[in-house]
T-cell receptor
Framework: GNSVTQMEGPVTLSEEAFLTINCTYT??????LFWYVQYPGEGLQLLLK?????DKGSNKGFEATYRKETTSFHLEKGSVQVSDSAVYFCALSSSSGSARQLTFGSGTQLTVLP | GAVVSQHPSRVICKSGTSVKIECRSL??????MFWYRQFPKQSLMLMAT?????????EQGVEKDKFLINHASLTLSTLTVTSAHPEDSSFYICSAGATGGKLFFGSGTQLSVL
């Protein structure tokens, strides 16, 4: 079955540091890949996505590239801000794209210190 | 953007009591809502899919008599944990499907059963 393995947290960085949160997956077929973010007290929000190999999703300075050869979708940001403190979830969906087929990682808590 | 309101955000109850969690879509109609559960350091796991006006579809291993789901209107789904026990302590989160296949998440409910 499908699974997502995500870098364990918590991760604590200083402002303007470089961020990488690793995510690898196991899936049949050609899944779509997602990063969701949950800010304190809010619901999960879609941060970025990629639907096919070598696609790069980007949003708010975050990037992730769909690497089929390494089955990875690592999240990166060149210079984090205090406002990026949140929990980040990697997820995949089957080729059908149905929300019912979303498989999540365990989440990574990021804290950015001023 | 679309907002999903989930209430309560945190609840502590005694073993044997029932707890109701509400999930409302505030500015759109959701024919389908999803309920997830997350144990510490584990992934968000889909529990059930809630369809307005019909019975919920439960994932394998989820007891439908213990986790009662009601989706009586296009903007409200409820999850009732009946006769809660300490092993039911978990983080519960809902999501609502909007047109175009987009998903919007609630902020989650942390349930602690004493």
């Amino acid at each position: 079955g499908n699974s997502v393995t995500q870098m364990e947290g918590p991760v604590t960085l200083s402002e303007e540091a470089f961020l990488t949160i690793n995510c690898t997956y196991t899936a049949t077929g050609y899944p779509s890949l997602f990063w969701y973010v949950q800010y304190p007290g809010e619901g999960l929000q879609l941060l970025l996505k990629a639907t096919k190999a070598d696609d790069k999703g980007s949003n708010k300075g975050f990037e992730a590239t769909y690497r089929k050869e390494t089955t990875s979708f690592h999240l990166e940001k060149g210079s984090v801000q205090v406002s990026d403190s949140a929990v980040y979830f990697c997820a995949l969906s089957s080729s059908s794209g149905s929300a019912r087929q979303l498989t999540f990682g365990s989440g990574t808590q990021l804290t950015v210190l001023p | 953007g679309a907002v999903v309101s989930q209430h309560p955000s945190r609840v502590i109850c005694k073993s044997g009591t029932s707890v109701k969690i509400e999930c409302r879509s505030l500015d759109f109609q959701a024919t389908t809502m999803f309920w997830y559960r997350q144990f510490p350091k584990q992934s968000l796991m889909l529990m059930a899919t809630s369809n307005e006006g019909s019975k919920a579809t439960y994932e394998q291993g989820v007891e439908k008599d213990k986790f009662l789901i009601n989706h009586a209107s296009l903007t409200l789904s409820t999850l009732t944990v009946t006769s809660a026990h300490p092993e039911d302590s978990s983080f519960y989160i809902c999501s609502a499907g909007a047109t175009g296949g987009k998903l919007f998440f609630g902020s989650g409910t942390q349930l602690s059963v004493l």
